[in-house]
């Protein structure tokens, strides 16, 4: 059974960058494409990238295009989520989840398995 564990939230200050990691647990993610959503107070979990199981194919919403950065390392069981040029609207809880292989319809959340546990954000000042 994989398991996904996030890890790297906080608080930040407008402009500001972290990096959230996503570490697997339970099963090699090699055949896994992992997606990253949010979810802000009062609003629906949305999916924001997505990176297919080889990582040759990345998808992202327009929302954080040119902003934020998603990348794996598979034989570290791990994919990362470098967030750059931080706004307060992106301050969310945000979720990693796993998906066999491709990221096709990648926003969609009933075509994940499993999801992590969430890690929050905060983008303030």
């Known amino acids: 059974q994989l398991q996904l564990v996030e890890s790297g939230g906080g608080l930040v200050q407008p402009g500001g960058s972290l990096r959230l990691s996503c570490a697997a647990s339970?099963?090699?993610?090699?055949?896994?494409?992992i997606g990253w959503f949010r979810q802000a107070p009062g609003k629906e979990r949305e999916g924001i990238l997505c990176i297919s199981s080889g990582g040759g194919t990345t998808m992202y919403a327009d929302s954080v295009k040119g902003r934020f950065t998603i990348s794996r390392d598979n034989a570290k069981n791990t994919v990362y989520l470098q967030m750059n040029s931080l706004k307060p609207e992106d301050t969310a809880e945000y979720y990693c989840?796993?998906?066999?292989?491709?990221?096709?319809?990648?926003?969609?959340?009933?075509?994940?398995?499993?999801w992590g546990q969430g890690t929050q954000v905060t983008v303030s000042s």
């Open positions: 989840a796993a998906r066999a292989w491709t990221c096709s319809a990648y926003v969609r959340l009933e075509g994940y398995d499993y």
């Open positions: 339970g099963s090699t993610l090699d055949n896994y494409a």
